[in-house]
């Protein structure tokens, strides 16, 4: 196969990672612009969505999630390899630091669904984990055709109890869900040694999960990098998910070692002052967090128009094609 023609351990043109990454994920572009969608600035300027990201917000990192064999690849916004390497390449172009999201499933994985994909449903767990090698690789090697070596790559999303179920479910079998990340984390390296693997975990607040997930995967021999979070408060009790996030944080690092990233978050359109707040909340007490080990903050698809995809209202543009003030919460 020529996947395993790629140098390994040789990164191409891979830039060292912002020391903090004010990062947003960006992976329904595309197919909104194919559906027709342009984005307006604050003083109403059709402007390209990257450089509004960059420019008036300081966003410096991007997040990118792949499917295995998505259904669509525009309208519902799912991605395959080559357009998630497309987009890649635009985010790179524009001076800006790549995360790679891999679902491994044919459609979304979060806490309650971790579907197979259609083609590895009967395969064993050995062809299981040959398969996660194989597509972790493929993927890496379709961004490397266009010039990305990402900096972080998830081995899996929202993997709070586990992936690839039934197989990987940590519940089940906490050992095939560690050897599932392993797997994921070595396929990773041996294309880039430079590019950080993460875990990550909805419900950033949620001490006692954390223990048991991370715990578990490291007691059974996992190997990555940074722990990652998801949060999604309302606009009335972000204070206290923050402070509790960040308590939650300090515990992951002093427990286990390892830094802390927050991958997603988002809230509602409609409440822009709290969401403005929020993220230049945990923006700031993230990047405080002793020792340099609060990584980065991710706005979830903040180009999201209201009701997007099929009811998505977390974004942080308008119906009119402007943006809400959430995201100055990034702005110094």
Partial sequence: MSV???NQGTPSRVSAAPAFAKGADISW????????YTWKDK???TRDIVQILKQDYQINSVRIRVFVNPSSSYGNGYMNKERAAALAKRAKDAGMSVMLTLHYSDSWADPGQQTKPAGWASYTFQQLMDAVWNHTREVMTAMQSKGVTPDWVQIGNETNDGMLWNDGKASLNMKNYAWLINTGHNAVKSISTATKTIVHLA???DNSVFVWNIGGLIANGAAFDIIGMSLYPSS???SSKVTQTISNSNN???RYGKPVMITEIGMDYNQPAAAKSFVADIKTKIRNITGGNGLGVFYWEPQATPGYNGGYNKGAWQADGKPTIAL???LN
């Avoid at 572009?29 to 027709?36: D, F, K, L, R």
């Fill in 328 to 330: 100055e919460g990034f």
């Fill in 29 to 36: 572009v595309a197919g909104m612009e194919a559906q027709g």
């Fill in 203 to 205: 419900n950033g607040y």
């Fill in 4 to 6: 395993f023609g790629v």
């Fill in 236 to 238: 009335t009790d972000w």
């Fill in 252 to 254: 992951m690092i002093s």
């Fill in 43 to 45: 003083n109403g300027v």
